[in-house]
């Protein structure tokens, strides 16, 4: 979805961005950082499963016998006890939401600032 939101930005940027720049800086801003966030946390799933897969000698999707050795039972933990990628869609949103608001009320200080100076100066 972010992608989507990206792609779009980008294909109609001179009409977004002219009316409310900021407002679509923003926007964008929280895109690009959900985007890594909840990417990252994809990438490391998919490593971590993969590397999981290694010690599955007989491809049965089950690890008994043989396939049962201190990597594999620590590529195993590594899978299964991280809640964070689990839950990265949310936190996810949640700092991207915190960082690009930051970056517009920032932005309008700044706008602010601008604007008093001009009439001031």
């Not at 990252?40 to 043989?66: M, P, V």
Request: proline share 0%; hydrophobic share 45%; with cysteine.
């Amino acid at each position: 979805m972010c992608v989507v939101g990206l792609v779009a930005i980008l294909v109609h940027h001179k009409k977004l961005f002219n009316k409310n720049g900021l407002l679509w800086s923003s926007v964008t801003v929280f895109l690009v950082l959900y985007a890594l966030i909840v990417g990252s946390a994809a990438y490391n799933d998919i490593y971590y499963q993969w590397d999981l897969n290694r010690y599955d000698l007989d491809k049965d999707g089950f690890f008994g016998g043989q396939e049962i050795t201190k990597e594999q039972e620590v590529a195993m933990n590594r899978q299964i006890h991280d809640v964070g990628r689990n839950f990265s869609f949310i936190t996810g949103f949640i700092f991207a939401g915190i960082i690009s608001t930051f970056v517009y009320v920032l932005g309008k200080l700044i706008l602010i600032a601008r604007n008093k100076k001009k009439l001031t100066g």
